[in-house]
């Protein structure tokens, strides 16, 4: 249940791994969370889970969103985090490989797969793809609604933020069928479920080849906004990205659920000029645009997703870079960051990389 606010605001803290309980909660202060979050609420919280492994940059920082969710616990009666079936995990994977159970449950927090959860019939307010479709529990029965994405690029949709980070809400595992509509699809999302409040894992983010497969990238920030959208267009002009250049961002956008014009957003702690470090943008090679032109074709990407084939096409296509350079300046630019030293990274690019 998203409450209006006349003041839309976004909060940029300069911070590291090692402070962010502090600075989560200098966010969260600047945004006047008790004002957002009753006394014994439910809140539910949305990472970025996209994959079954941790990796800077790859996911939700675990730590982070414990953090996150013992802070809340300090008012709200419940605090679930939520994340449906990947196409080749389900988000109970994700809820124990990644950490999240671990540190949400030591918050007092608890983890629901929305796959597996009752799907209640919705209406969707000025729904485009759909105008009601059943929605799993979590996203109706709640008294707020926090989305914690991270600062990565997305090799089809430009960025993916807050508002991409909706998609993980849809409760179907083959919902790759959904990606030629997705500027629809994640536009009804927000539209039945707004986020009240955005916080970002911007420790370190991922630019390139994105939401999977990019080169991680250290920004050491933590952002919070009380809109979606205006959080997001100060993320891309922070990443050095004009939002309306993101399709999801612009259909939101256009749909009245929040600005991207600066001189409408209120911006507090590090300004963005101080903070901004420019993202190098989704690849062009034919891998890539081989990629884009499945992803039209929903039959065709259900089937390669989420078969036997899968393995074959995605060892195959790090060969073929391997042929035309690609995968050992990817390998050079990813070493060059240090910022996976010590992580099985090469494994998880080449062999289990599921499509978000």
């Known amino acids: 249940m998203m409450m209006m606010e006349d003041e839309i605001k976004v909060h940029i803290e300069r911070t590291t791994l090692e402070d962010s309980r502090g600075s989560i909660a200098k966010v969260l202060e600047s945004l006047n969370w008790k004002k957002v979050i009753r006394p014994n609420s439910k809140v539910v919280i949305k990472p970025n889970g996209c994959h079954v492994r941790y990796l800077p940059g790859l996911v939700t920082t675990p730590k982070l969103l414990g953090e996150l969710v013992g802070i809340l616990k ?15 995990f389900s988000a109970d994977q994700v809820f124990d490989g990644v950490g999240y159970r671990e540190v949400v449950e030591a918050a007092g927090g608890r ?26 529990e979590s996203l109706v029965d709640n008294d707020v609604f926090i989305s914690m994405p991270v600062m990565k690029t997305h090799k089809l ?44 894992d911007g420790i370190v983010g991922m630019e390139g080849d994105g939401p999977i497969a990019g080169i991680p990238k250290r920004m050491d920030l933590v952002v919070g906004g009380n809109n979606l959208v205006a959080t997001d267009s100060v993320l891309c002009r922070i990443m050095g990205f004009d939002p309306l250049e993101s399709g999801l961002i612009r259909n939101v956008h256009e749909r009245g659920m929040g600005p991207v ?14 903070v901004r470090s420019p993202y190098k943008g989704p690849p062009r090679d034919f891998i890539s645009r081989s990629e884009r032109w499945v992803r039209k074709h929903p039959s065709l990407a259900n089937f390669i997703y989420r078969s036997w084939f899968f393995k074959i096409a995605k060892r195959s296509a790090w060969a073929l870079r391997g042929l035309y350079g690609y995968k050992s300046e990817y390998h050079r630019q990813v070493a060059e960051t240090g910022l996976w030293n010590g992580y099985d990274w090469e494994n998880l690019m080449e062999v289990y990389t599921p499509i978000a």
């Open 74 to 88: 300090t008012r709200a009666g419940e605090v679930v985090v939520v994340e449906s079936d990947l196409q080749r």
């Open 111 to 136: 983890c629901s797969n929305l796959t597996e959860e009752k799907q209640i019939p919705s209406d969707i307010p000025g729904g485009q793809f759909w105008k009601n479709r059943p929605m799993p």
């Open 157 to 200: 949709w430009l960025v993916t933020l807050g508002v991409k980070n909706q998609f993980g809400n849809v409760p179907e595992a083959d919902r790759v069928k959904y990606q030629k509509h997705l500027p629809k699809v994640v536009g009804d999302f927000n539209a039945h479920n707004p986020a009240d409040l955005v916080i970002v």
């Open 261 to 274: 014009e600066p001189d409408r957003i209120s911006v507090s702690g590090a300004g963005i000029a101080d």
